[in-house]
């Protein structure tokens, strides 16, 4: 059976720092930039999925579709990208803390990402992008 090197936090409140504290003695947190793609596949439950032709695509066209997290917050009229931060939290595990939620920034966030043809920065996924820049 598998069993992950490395678990996250029980939760977004838990600082990464303390968490590794045994095994790290640093943490570094790289944010994906969001992708805009000739079409946004969607799977049947009408979310976002790469296709292996998807990613060698973007991998071909390198950092000319990449788009930032300050370009995203300016086409949702978000006022900073804490808020395109905030608004990725309820993308990938879903477990943020419903304090600091936003499910109307979320939707909003993806509708503008599915009409413009844009794949968001999802949570605990490495975008061909990043993977290309490591």
Not at 18 to 46: C, I, M, Q, R
Not at 65 to 94: M, Y
Not at 101 to 130: H, Q, R, V, W
Request: glycine residues 6%.
């Amino acid at each position: 059976m598998y069993q992950p090197l490395f678990t996250y936090p029980a939760n977004d409140e838990d600082p990464y720092l303390t968490w590794y504290k045994d095994d790290f003695s640093s943490v570094f947190v790289a944010s994906n930039p969001f992708l805009k793609l000739p079409e946004v596949l969607l799977d049947a439950h009408g979310h976002q999925w790469m296709s292996e032709e998807t990613e060698a695509f973007a991998k071909l066209r390198g950092a000319e579709i990449g788009i930032s997290w300050q370009e995203i917050a300016d086409l949702c009229g978000f006022p900073s990208i804490s808020h395109v931060n905030r608004a990725l939290g309820l993308t990938g595990s879903k477990r943020l803390d419903e304090k600091f939620a936003s499910p109307s920034d979320t939707a909003k966030m993806l509708k503008l990402c599915n009409e413009l043809n844009i794949y968001a920065a999802f949570e605990g996924e490495l975008s061909p992008l990043s993977e290309l820049s490591l």
